[in-house]
């Protein structure tokens, strides 16, 4: 190898390093999508790549990673490693079968819907038989001997429940994902690397 093939070489290493962090964000991104309940796009472009600098060459430190976003690691780390959340306020609003959901199976509106629900005079927030949340009325009919009837469900509907915690188990791989993705691209990667770094020197 010549001088100049030699001064090539941190530049050819980063770049593979780079390359690879980018594809395994790819992956991540893709095998997302399969594992968890149509997680959104904000979720999804949590993952990010950054690439490796050539300056950490002679340093012995050349490095790339693949890594989460703080605000979506927040969440998602209950998705790779399961365990328990605890809310950061007094509970977790947890939406039921009663409610509109969006496409991506979160409380339609976001934050600000729990109060234009509770903005309905058909709705209020308590506790019922230890059940904390949204509740729903019934329809009231036509009053009858002094008393009001009620149309279809004759009980209250719970819209969203206030949970002190819930339970995750593992669903997303994100560090098995990453470790099988480098294993598959990096070779690849670096020796396209060092080609591209290699042509000008010939």
Known sequence: MS???????PF????GLSMTAKKVAKVEQRMMVKQLDRPTPFTVKGVRWQGANKADFKLGRLHSRV????????????????????????AIAVPTSNVKLNRYGNLAGGQGRIKRLLAKKNTFQGTI??????????????RSRGGSGTIGQSGLKLLVAYESSTQ????????GIGERSVRTNVAKEMDKAIGRALRPAK
């Not at 969440?75 to 950061?88: D, E, N």
């Not at 038989?129 to 036509?142: F, L, T």
């Open 129 to 142: 038989n230890g059940v904390a949340g949204v509740w729903q009325r019934p329809k009231r009919g036509k």
């Open 67 to 90: 890594y989460l976003m703080p605000k979506q690691a927040e969440y998602l780390r209950f998705q790779i490693a399961g365990g328990t959340r605890t809310p950061k306020g007094t």
């Open 12 to 15: 050819a290493a980063a770049l």
């Open 168 to 175: 995750y188990q593992p669903r997303f791989d994100f560090y």
């Open 3 to 9: 001088v100049l093939q030699r001064k090539q070489m």
